[in-house]
Structure formats: C-alpha cells, structure tokens
C-alpha cells in the first residue's frame, strides 16, 4: 500500500492510498522505435480493436474495419451490437451489450474463453460468425487504462460443428423414424400416417404421400397431413378416400419417371396451379404455398410412389438440406410398403394354396415352410369355427399342442367376456358374407393365464366364379406386453389424479382446522380487547380484525377450491354454479352463462370430479390467457355419457400438435385436463386460433366408470 498524488478523470489531483491490482500486468519500459506502427498491425489477420477507459475507440486495424466497417460517430460500446449488427446465436436477437468482452474487459474482469457472435449487417439475412476476446490494459498506477479485442472469423469451424449437430439430430429423428414404422408392423395405413405426419412435422409443413397403382399409369393418395389446422379440413374434403388422380401432367408425374427429386424454392402461384392438381386450388388460395419439395419413394422394385411436401406461404423455402433428410426418410419408407405389399401377398399366396385343390409338391413345400417358420400364429377354421389346423408360433402361444386343439371351437380357448363377440362375428361371415374381420381379443393359455392377440380373419372362398366360402385363416399376433404396459400407464395415470385429489383434500382440512381456527380465535380475542383500549387503540384494532377477516375468507376460498364441498353434496351442476358465482364476485367484467343439466349425484363421483376440475382449469386460463368478456359453459349427460363445453369470446391461441408441447413451454393446464378426459376414457379437444374465440369439449363415459365403481 503506498499514498500517490493520482489525477482523477475530472482533472483534479488528489492524495489518496489505494491498493496496486494484483492482477496488471507488470510494467516493462519500451523503448520508442519498439513500439509497432499501424502498418505492423495492418499486416495481421485477425481484427484488432482498442478503446481507451471511456469505451471511445482508438484504433482499428484495416482487418477489424473490413469486418465491422468504419467507426463514424460511434460514441460508446453499449452502441456496437446496434451499430456493427452483432447477435446472439439464433440471429435474431442483438448481443446484450453489457456482456460484450470489452465491456467486460473494462470492468476489469478475466476474459478465459473469446466468445462467440453472429455479425449480421444490414441487408446480410444469413449473417457470419465471428469470435471476440478482450484483455484489459492498466497503466501504471494500476488503473484500468483502456481495453483491446481481438476478432477472428469462426464461421468455417461454426458451419462444420452445426452441421455435425444438424446430422446428429437429423441421425435421431431417423432412428425414431424408423423405430416407429417398425412398431407399424406391416399395416399399410398406419405406415403411411406415420410417414405423412412425420415429415409435417420434421420437415414442415404440408405432407402428401401418393402410390402407384398396379399398371402405373395412376396415382391414389393414401396419407396427408397439414400442421395448419384449416390446411387439414381443406385437404379432408379434397382427398376423399380412394381419391385417385392422373400423373402424367404433373410435377409428381417428372419425379416418378426419372426417379430424381424436384426442389422449387419459389414458385409463382399461377405457375404452381398449371403443374398441380385443379383440386389443390382452393387449398393454395386459403393457405398458400411458398416452396415445393417432392421426392420419389424408391424400393427394391424401383419407384413405388411419391412424398410430396409443401411450406405455406410466408414460411422459409426448402433447401439442400431438407431434399436429403426427406430422401433418406422415403427410402425407409419404400422399403417399409414394399415389406407391407409382401405381407399382403404372403397372406394372398396361403389363402390360395390352402383353396387349392392340386399343387406341385415345392410348392406345397413352401408353403409348409412358411406356415411353420413364420413367427405370427396362424389358425385355420371350418365355417362352423372349428380349428383344423394350426402353426407352431399359435401353439406356443397358448401352450396347447397340435392334438389338442385341432377339432375345439376357437372360442374355446377365448376369455368368456370375448366369446360373444366372437360369435357375432362369425354370424356376419355366414350371413352378411364378410370377407374379413379384425378381432382383439384375450385367450386362455394352457397355464389360465391371459394373452392379449390381435387376430385378423379372414374367409378363404372356392375362386373365380365361385365366391362359396370354403375355410377361415386367422393370423393371431400376440399384444400381451403391449396390454400390459398400457394398463400400467393407465394405472399410473388414475394413482397420480387419486394421489392429488387426496393431497388437496388434506390440505384443505389443514387450512380449516389450524390457521383459520387460530384467525377465529385471534378475532374473538381482538374483539374482546376492543372493549378495553383506549378509542384510538380500538379503531386500529378494528383495522387489524378487518384485514384478518379478509385473509380468512382468502383461506376460505382456496379451502373451496381444493376441496369443493358442493361436488360431493349437492352435485356438479351446483358446484359449477357456486364456483361461477365466485369467480363472477372477484371478476366482474366477465359474463358466465350457464346452461347446466339437473345431475343430482347421478354421475359417478370420479366422472363429477374430473369435469368440475376441467371447468376449473378452463376457466382459470380463460381469465389468465384469453382477455375475454363472455364464457358460455354447457353440461349435459345422457344414458352413456356426459358433455362439458366452455366457449370464451377471448383473443384465442394456436393449438398445438401434441400437448406435451404446452408442458415443455410449461403450461400445465390443459395438458391436466386432457389427462384427467383420457384416464376415464374420455375425448378432450380443444378449437381456436389466434383472434378467434375457443371451444373446449369434454365427453366422458360415466356408465362404464358407474360400472366399474
């Protein structure tokens, strides 16, 4: 510690004792031919930049100037994310000034690492990265002196390290791509919706998938989807099922006969309506395209169909980028409906040999083969339903051997509750003359354990002119696992809403017999106090009772909302309208009307709790969120369900795809609500967009819940 004469920043000297940093630098005399000239820094290519105590720039290489630009009028650092167009990492947002390493650097703090900024001037919509770091100069009292950054052009090494990200995550999405089609198995629509709402999703933001047909010349769409929800209904009543169309005339039509995908950036919407189908114009002139991508689906037997995708007008176009991951996409998926389409004709190729009345001996051995070695059960019946034979993967399945099942009715080996059906089903075969039925059903096992199987039936007829059904081939898959884990899920789901219901319950009682009874006695004993005081003590006393009253009837009120005795006494409808009533007191700007049938404790008490906390959920985001002036809520129920809607006049919101996206933002309220629809079996859906009102509806079967209760 030594006592110096220091010249302030305002030019007076005062005398002061001061500690030296122990973090400047020492000082080394230089001599001045030493000292580097401007050209000396020219000469590096990095940008060099330094600024004196007051952030005032003193120098800029020619380097700094050609990344930044001349300084002209700059007066301070807090100017430069404005001025030199410096972002964050989305681009969008500018650089916080205050975080800027010569900011910091002036401030005298440590600079370990340079960081890393998107410099976007004006005009630039794609920008560069550049890095900046800052070391701090002192002179020689030990007082911050001024700052110097260097910068460097990063952007190479930025482009490589986002595109490996880009890769790793575009390599996961197709492992869960191809993950689900496998989990698809070989339903052919289910592959197809997957397929369309995945790369909606992924890719965005219109998706149509279209397949040849058997001589080629025409094409049939068999999935779209539209992330737009008017996109969606316009494209329900466009492509009506079976909708076919001819290709020839079309852009779909180039990509199927050279097998190479087209990429239209933009195109004009007079030109986009001369290539594309005349019943996609009512489409393109409500919700609009910007940019076209279509690539062919490719299998083992060559062009199989068509992907064709959209971005909606406004939206980014599709680059390079998105023409690769979609073609990696198609190939999965021309594989996975060439893997469907062989199913299918394995399935056709048993039927016919087991309608065959001759067949050559290899053939008869192949299909043995298949018969034997396939991993599904396969079960063959008489019209009666009689088991005439049977594969080695349905014996294991259900622990019964070959001898022991061939001459039982099917149904014998079904759960009593799936036997009824079963029958009815086999009546439609002999009298209505279905030709194939799919059955989920629970089989007993040799052991009287349940297994869950999908069955798909199906009627094996004498051929050509003769459609008399001769024999039933049932093709059984076993569910088991898959039952089992969403019954888990299930209970899982009613546990946690017992769970909170019994949480709410007790702290409900809480509140009722510990800080509301003390606020009652606290009252009685202020107000016998008041009898005692002088008249200016009791008028504060008055005060202090008034303000307990209020904090317990708050306490009341939460108690009521945790908790609402009516529910329980008086049922839902009542409940609704007293929790209307309050919610009125407290926001008298807004109108409730009620349109509410007479329930009367009719409803199971889990089917009266669940609607009452959907009503409250609702009508908690419509006061939080909406800014509306009206709410109209109807109840009503029949001999099998109850209905609940709530309709507000408020500003609206887009509705997401998944309501897990409204819990990752975390908004958990109507992510709540759809949980407790879907634990009782119920549909919640939800309508709106931005500007308009929105509907909640909530169907609910209470006779099942009545049932099981």
Aim: aromatic share 8%; no cysteine; proline share 4%.
């Amino acid at each position: 510690m030594e006592e110096k004469s220091i010249m302030t920043r305002s030019g007076k000297t005062t005398s002061k004792k001061r500690k030296s940093n122990p973090t400047a630098p020492s000082l080394v005399n230089v001599e001045p031919q030493m000292v580097p000239s401007p050209k000396v820094f020219d000469a590096i290519p990095l940008a060099v930049i330094s600024v004196d105590w007051q952030g005032q720039i003193q120098y800029m290489n020619k380097a700094a100037k050609s990344m930044l630009g001349e300084p002209d009028g700059l007066r301070s650092l807090e100017e430069w994310p404005q001025r030199f167009g410096l972002y964050l990492d989305d681009g969008l947002i500018p650089y916080p000034a205050e975080k800027l390493p010569l900011v910091r650097a002036l401030r005298g703090e440590v600079i370990p690492e340079a960081e890393e900024i998107i410099l976007r001037k004006e005009g630039d919509t794609k920008g560069l990265w550049i890095s900046m770091s800052a070391e701090t100069l002192w002179d020689e009292n030990g007082n911050i002196d001024g700052a110097i950054a260097l910068l460097r052009d990063i952007n190479y090494r930025k482009e490589i390290e986002l595109s490996r990200e880009k890769h790793a995550k575009r390599t996961e999405l197709l492992y869960r791509f191809s993950r689900s089609v496998a989990e698809a198995g070989n339903d052919l629509n289910a592959i197809m919706n997957l397929v369309v709402k995945f790369t909606a999703e992924a890719i965005g933001d219109l998706s149509v998938i279209a397949l040849l047909n058997a001589a080629g010349d025409r094409m049939k769409v068999d999935g779209f989807h539209d992330m737009n929800s008017t996109g969606q209904a316009l494209l329900r009543k466009l492509f009506v099922p079976g909708f076919e169309y001819d290709h020839s005339q079309t852009l779909g039509g180039s990509v199927v006969r050279s097998g190479e995908p087209v990429l239209i950036h933009s195109i004009p919407a007079e030109q986009l309506q001369a290539v594309t189908l005349p019943a996609l114009r009512e489409y393109m002139d409500v919700v609009g395209m910007e940019s076209i991508l279509i690539v062919p689906l490719k299998g083992r037997s060559g062009v199989v169909g068509i992907i064709i995708m959209a971005r909606h007008g406004g939206n980014r176009p599709f680059n390079v980028e998105d023409q690769s991951f979609l073609t990696d996409i198609a190939y999965r998926a021309a594989l996975a409906i060439e893997n469907s389409r062989l199913f299918e004709s394995l399935h056709a190729e048993i039927t016919e040999r087991l309608s065959a009345k001759q067949a050559l001996a290899v053939s008869e051995e192949r299909f043995r083969s298949i018969f034997e070695y396939v991993t599904v059960g396969i079960k063959v019946l008489n019209l009666e339903g009689r088991i005439l034979q049977t594969n080695y993967a349905f014996q294991s399945m259900i622990g019964y051997n070959e001898d022991e099942l061939v001459g039982n009715y099917f149904y014998r080996f079904l759960h009593p509750q799936d036997i009824q059906r079963a029958n009815a089903l086999f009546q439609d075969v002999k009298i209505l003359g279905t030709s194939a039925f799919r059955f989920e059903h629970r089989a007993i096992h040799k052991d009287g354990s349940i297994v869950w199987v999908k069955t798909i039936f199906t009627v094996i007829r004498k051929g050509n002119e003769d459609q008399t059904p001769v024999f039933i081939v049932g093709i059984v898959e076993n569910v088991t696992e898959q039952k089992r884990i969403e019954a888990e899920m299930s209970e899982l789901n009613s546990r946690l809403q017992s769970s909170m219901e019994l949480e709410r319950l007790r702290l409900a009682q809480e509140l009722h017999d510990s800080p509301m009874q003390s606020l009652y006695g606290a009252i009685y004993r202020i107000e016998e106090l008041r009898g005692t005081v002088n008249p200016e003590l009791k008028e504060a006393l008055a005060e202090v009772k008034q303000q307990i009253q209020g904090v317990l009837q708050d306490l009341r009120a939460t108690a009521k909302e945790l908790r609402p005795p009516t529910i329980f006494n008086f049922g839902l409808e009542n409940a609704i309208r007293s929790h209307a009533n309050d919610v009125a007191e407290k926001h008298p700007n807004l109108s409730i009307r009620l349109s509410l049938a007479h329930d009367r404790q009719v409803l199971p008490e889990k089917v009266r709790l669940a609607l009452f906390r959907i009503f409250q959920q609702s009508l908690a985001n419509v006061i939080r969120h909406a800014k509306a002036t009206e709410v109209h809520v109807r109840f009503s129920f029949d001999a099998e369900e109850a209905h609940l809607e709530i309709v507000d006049n408020g500003k609206g919101f887009d509705v997401p795809v998944n309501w897990i996206d409204l819990v990752r933002r975390g908004h958990y309220g109507l992510a709540g609500a759809a949980e407790r629809a879907n634990a009782l079996g119920g549909v919640f859906k939800v309508q709106s967009k931005p500007g308009n009102s929105t509907t909640i509806q909530v169907i609910i079967p209470w006779k099942d819940s009545l049932d099981e209760g």
